[in-house]
Every structure is written in structure tokens, then in C-alpha cells.
């Protein structure tokens, strides 16, 4: 009955769950290969064996600590899939506590300080950490510290990060007995389908990126960032350009090193063209204004110049002087995936000729080996522009959430009935 409710892989951590005596059970590894939804039903089994061991220490309140990055992806992840996947809804009190079977549950936000406020002096049976690796060690630690409850265990799921991420080396790498860990690959999940498989590794950037999304590898960033630009295959001749139906600018403020203005034609069909750069050093802020107010007059008034926030004295000029400035979103590697994704998809060009440092900088711009998961600050300033113009749009007006679906209910029920759910 279980084959026709989960994978091999989702059995395997389940059989886990059952029969092993653990203290830390984490899946970690590659995205929509499962993890998520095997958690969401070991969450539902856990506070049912709380219920259980509240009622045999007498207490009328057990608490548990349901932890994400923010509360959008606490609900997207976990209530809402739990009302997708079990048609399981968990009612909110005036707290912002969601309870089930008696066990009031207490979220966690780990993207900041004052998202642990809520949890902060609290005795809890136990947690479950979704996206666990976004969690600083600090974050991580005052979770653990709370769950003190003779019999408390902790879930967690977690895409890869960089290998030495105190979530890699201190319990997925020890061999303590008390911790089980599970690795999931893309693979792993046969579920999707073969299509959406094979287009997601076609189109998922090569290296990095490739190796923790498709892989489940946690691997740091290696040589040079862009790995699949190519320009025989890239720039094009202007006169080969097709119609654009809008334009986006970047900008990168300088002064001892490059400042850099770049636009971008965008296509209906999601193709992005570089069309313009204006890469200086040594430029006082009328010079940036005044290259705007061409670049206005070229491609249109309303166009967008998603900017550094580093300078927010420099946008505060741009906005008194009628040019459409808006904050650059300031993620590095999530812009630097968006923008190798377009690479690798065949959707990024350049028009010959109408660049200043792109070339220079595209093949110098490299992954800093001393730092995880950042970039050497060295031929980046064009290459900052370009990514402010493609990742803020791109993030701010095409993103989409994942809800998870399911079209088995029937199935679905019996084995929930099966695990006494």
C-alpha cells in the first residue's frame, strides 16, 4: 500500500522514522525530489506520538516548534501543502499558534533574530526546521536548546549549501547514532515527469548550481561564475535583434572602481538582450544622471533602473531628477541562478559592439575560494548592473510559488489510515 503513496526513497526514511532510535532525522538534497513531503508526514506522526507522551506526563499543553526561513514559507510549504497533500487543516488562535491533536504549535522564523522571539524560553517536545540550512548556527542552537522534553526529536529538510555549513560538517557528516540523514537527488522522485525532469536539467544552470539543485550535492562554487556563456553563441549582430517589447536597466554606482549602466531589450518570449553599456571610472553622480536621461530618451521614460542600494543618496538624485529608479533586490547568488539560468536556457544575448567591460568581465568574475557562496570582488561591476536589471525583474514581477498537488486522495487517506494517522 505504502509503494502506491511514496517513492523507494520516501519508504526508506519512514522505515527510519519507525524503527530507529534517533535524536535529528535530515533529508537534505536536490530540489522537488520529495523531502518536503515525507517531512510533512513524519510533522503530522510526531504530534500524534506528542499527544501521547504529554498525555502520560500529565501535561495539558505540549508545545512544538514548527521553524521556516519566514512565516510565507512556513504556511507555502508546510500548512498549505498539508491542506493540499492530507486535506489537514491546522487552525491559527489569535497568537499565530497553530494546533492539532492538542499540541500547540509554535512558528519559528530563522531569516532573523526577532523571528525567534516566539520561542525564546519555551520547553518544547520537539521541532520541525523546513529550509533548514537558511537557519545561522545560532538560530539552529536556540531551537535545539528548546526542545528539552525527555523524548524531543528534530525534523529537518534542507536543499544543499556549502560543505562547510555547520549543518554539514556537525550532524550530517557525524556519526553519532542518535542523528539519521538521507540524501535525495532529482531522481529520486519519481513522481515528475520525464519531461519536466529533463527540462529542468537542460535548463538548470552548469557547476554550482547544477550540482545542488539536480545532484543534491552540498559543493561550494568553483572558477568562474558564468560557466555558460558562450559568445559565438551569444552576440549577435544589432541588425539581427528582434522586436522588444520593453526595456530594463541595471546600475552599479563607482567611482575609484567601475561605475555601470546597462540595458537590456526583453523579448515576449522571455529572451534578454544586452543592447547598452556605459561603464566609467571616476564619474561624480551628474554624470551618472545625465547618462540616464540619454538612455530615457533612447529607450523610453517609464524604463526601470533597478539600482545598487548601497547608495541610496545616489537613487534619491536619480528620483528628484524624473528618472523611474528603483531598489535593486541585492541577493547575490539567487541573481547571479537567475541570470545563469537564462544562459544556459539559450535566452541571454549581446549585441556586438555595444558593450564597454562585459567581455573583460564576464570571463574574469570568479567564485571566492576563501569565502563560501560569494564571489571575488574583482570584474564585477558591469557584471552587478546586469544582474540588478535581469534578477530584480525577473524577481519581482515573474516569480511564482510552488504549491504542492496531489491526485490521489483516495490512496492518499487509506495510508494515512494505515499509519494511524
Not at 28 to 50: C, M, P, Q
Not at 97 to 111: C, K, Q
Request: proline fraction near 4%; include cysteine; charge should be positive.
Amino acid at each position: 500500500m505504502l509503494r502506491n503513496l511514496l517513492t523507494e526513497k520516501q519508504e526508506q526514511v519512514l522505515k527510519s522514522y519507525v524503527n530507529d532510535n534517533w535524536t535529528y532525522l535530515i533529508l537534505s538534497g536536490a530540489v522537488r525530489s520529495g523531502k518536503t513531503y515525507i517531512d510533512n508526514y513524519l510533522f503530522l506522526l510526531e504530534l500524534k506520538r506528542i499527544a501521547k507522551l504529554a498525555k502520560e506526563r500529565k501535561d495539558p499543553h505540549p508545545q512544538y516548534i514548527l521553524a521556516g526561513y519566514s512565516s510565507n514559507t512556513i504556511f507555502t510549504n508546510v500548512i498549505n501543502s498539508l491542506a493540499s497533500q492530507f486535506w489537514i487543516d491546522l487552525p491559527v488562535d489569535r497568537h499565530g499558534h497553530y494546533s492539532l491533536f492538542g499540541v500547540d504549535i509554535v512558528p519559528a522564523y530563522t531569516g532573523s533574530a526577532r523571528g525567534m522571539n516566539a520561542i525564546r524560553g519555551m520547553t518544547s517536545y520537539g521541532a520541525y526546521i523546513n529550509e533548514c540550512s537558511l537557519a545561522t548556527h545560532d538560530v539552529f542552537q536556540e531551537i535545539i536548546d528548546r526542545c528539552s522534553v525527555p523524548g524531543s526529536r528534530v525534523i529537518c529538510d534542507t536543499n544543499p549549501d556549502n560543505p562547510e555549513h555547520y549543518l554539514k560538517v556537525d550532524y550530517i557528516d557525524n556519526p553519532d547514532p542518535s542523528i539519521k540523514s538521507f540524501h535525495f537527488t532529482i531522481d529520486d522522485n519519481p513522481t515528475l515527469s520525464k519531461d519536466y525532469v529533463k527540462n529542468l536539467k537542460r535548463i538548470t544552470p552548469s557547476g554550482m548550481y547544477y550540482d545542488r539543485r539536480i545532484k543534491g550535492l552540498w559543493v561550494n562554487g568553483e572558477g568562474v561564475v558564468y560557466k555558460d556563456f558562450d559568445k559565438r553563441k551569444m552576440e549577435i549582430e544589432p541588425s539581427k535583434a528582434p522586436g522588444f517589447t520593453r526595456y530594463v536597466a541595471g546600475v552599479d554606482w563607482g567611482y575609484q572602481h567601475y561605475g555601470s549602466i546597462v540595458v537590456f531589450g526583453v523579448t515576449d518570449d522571455g529572451k534578454w538582450y544586452l543592447v547598452d553599456e556605459r561603464t566609467k571610472q571616476y564619474k561624480e553622480i551628474r554624470y551618472w544622471t545625465n547618462t540616464a536621461h540619454q538612455l530615457q530618451g533612447k529607450y523610453g521614460k517609464d524604463m526601470p533602473f533597478f539600482a545598487d542600494t548601497a547608495r541610496p543618496e545616489h537613487i534619491d538624485h536619480f528620483k528628484h531628477h524624473g528618472i523611474n529608479v528603483k531598489y535593486g533586490w541585492k541577493s547575490v547568488v539567487p541573481g547571479i541562478e537567475i541570470v545563469s539560468s537564462l544562459m544556459k536556457q539559450g535566452r541571454f544575448f549581446i549585441e556586438k559592439g555595444k558593450t564597454e567591460r562585459f567581455l573583460k568581465e564576464i570571463y574574469n568574475y570568479v567564485w571566492d575560494d576563501k569565502a563560501s557562496d560569494a564571489v571575488v570582488k574583482k570584474n564585477d561591476d558591469c557584471m552587478d548592473a546586469c544582474r540588478y536589471a535581469i534578477a530584480s525583474y525577473i524577481h519581482l514581477k515573474e516569480r511564482k510559488t510552488y504549491h504542492p498537488d496531489s491526485n490521489n486522495r483516495e490512496g492518499i487517506l487509506r495510508g494515512m489510515r494505515e499509519l494511524g494517522l
